[in-house]
């Protein structure tokens, strides 16, 4: 495999190859079979089927009596096994009802008189109607059905309709097992950090996101700028993960150890960097046996865009799932675009306008924080009242179009 510690000075392809690249890097894993009380909120990997018709006997959907024929009607006790014109018989909520019935007579709408059923005065007009109150053979779902189609995130109530339908586990797509590695032996984990110091903003965070964007969380470690330990680190997440995702270390300063640690693995890059920005520096490669690493900037905002672009695509990729899909929104202003790159700036929304946040810088936090989305600023830039791509965050459930 070529060294991929030479290889930055190839091509960099622009921001939407590098996400189209990246969802195209990965196959799908193999499903699971879970219990269905594990399956809420899992997405769906193949298509469930009605293993009986739904109901499977013909039931009473009221408290009251299965009838036959006109009234007035002769009580027969129950269990009956069927009904001739003329006769009645007490029934609950989803009991079988017996052949031969016409329908159901609500209990609040018959009285008994003299040992026989009769209308009410609280009878509805046409009361008992033909197959009234009756829940019939298959009347949800026939055996062999289609209920619940592959690709649904699963919710309670999929989880019931399954259950219901004869199922006791079901096929899901496998979470992505995801090992995060972060460097930097100037970051502190708590406090007020000191001169030269850095706080880290990526540990509170990272595994919370890998989450949102369907992927399970293995192991995080902690290094310092220190090639050998970064060998180790690769290898060791590698193991027990389908995809290490690193913070810091993507350039080539002398303390930038992870394309050298790479190449040490036998790793081939498939995106070397991007361009775009922020973000520049992100990179995909491939270790022996398919495992991927995605190496993130060392500064917050572009290791964010690096995730947005490079592992939710792969993520999906890996659940079987669809590309993410992008939004539209229109500009409220002239948006200036960068030649060559893609610009990616977090936005809020004045209206239905989008206009872009302050910190927008590589360092900052903020302007995503609050942001409805991300405007993709192509190199042409955005002209006022035109639309732009947005990238959805997965924290905001709605994104204007």
Do not use: K
């Not at 270390?249 to 040490?264: E, K, M, Q, W, Y």
Request: overall charge negative.
């Amino acid at each position: 495999m070529t060294d991929v510690a030479h290889q930055h000075q190839g091509n960099t392809p622009s921001w939407a190859e590098a996400r189209r690249t990246s969802f195209e890097s990965a196959a799908p894993l193999p499903a699971e079979n879970v219990p269905l009380y594990e399956a809420v909120g899992r997405l769906l990997a193949s298509d469930v089927v009605a293993l009986y018709d739904i109901p499977h006997f013909a039931s009473s959907a009221m408290d009251g009596w299965a009838v036959s024929g006109d009234g007035p009607w002769t009580i027969v006790a129950s269990p009956v096994v069927s009904l001739a014109a003329g006769e009645a018989t007490a029934i609950v909520t989803g009991a079988p009802v017996p052949p031969g019935s016409r329908g159901v007579l609500r209990s609040e709408s018959g009285e008994l008189r003299d040992g026989r059923l009769v209308l009410g005065a609280r009878a509805a007009q046409g009361e008992p109607s033909d197959g009234q109150h009756l829940r019939a053979i298959g009347e949800e779902a026939s055996a062999g059905e289609i209920v619940v189609r592959a690709g649904a995130t699963l919710n309670p109530a999929h989880v019931a309709v399954i259950a219901g339908c004869g199922h006791d586990v079901v096929a899901v797509a496998t979470e992505p097992r995801v090992s995060l590695v972060f460097t930097g032996s100037e970051v502190v984990e708590s406090g007020v950090p000191g001169p030269g110091q850095v706080r880290d903003s990526f540990g509170p965070q990272l595994p919370a996101f890998v989450r949102m964007l369907g992927g399970r969380i293995t192991g995080t470690r902690r290094i310092g700028d220190d090639l050998a330990e970064t060998v180790a680190a690769l290898a060791e997440a590698a193991a027990t993960s389908d995809l290490v995702i690193t913070t810091g270390g993507t350039g080539n300063s002398p303390v930038d150890h992870l394309r050298a640690a790479l190449a040490a693995l036998g790793g081939e890059l498939v995106i070397e960097r991007i361009a775009m920005r922020p973000g520049s520096p992100t990179l995909l490669a491939r270790l022996p046996y398919g495992r991927f690493v995605v190496g993130l900037p060392g500064n917050p905002l572009a290791a964010m865009m690096g995730m947005l672009t490079v592992v939710h695509p792969l993520l999906a990729a890996l659940r079987g799932s669809p590309a993410p899909p992008l939004g539209a929104v229109r500009s409220s202003g002239e948006i200036g675009g960068r030649p060559g790159t893609t610009m990616l700036m977090p936005y809020r929304l004045d209206g239905l306008l989008a206009r872009p946040n302050p910190w927008t810088g590589s360092g900052m936090m903020r302007g995503l924080a609050d942001a409805a989305g991300v405007l993709v600023v192509p190199p042409e830039g955005v002209r006022a009242g035109e639309f732009a791509e947005t990238l959805p965050l997965p924290w905001v459930q709605r994104l204007a179009t």
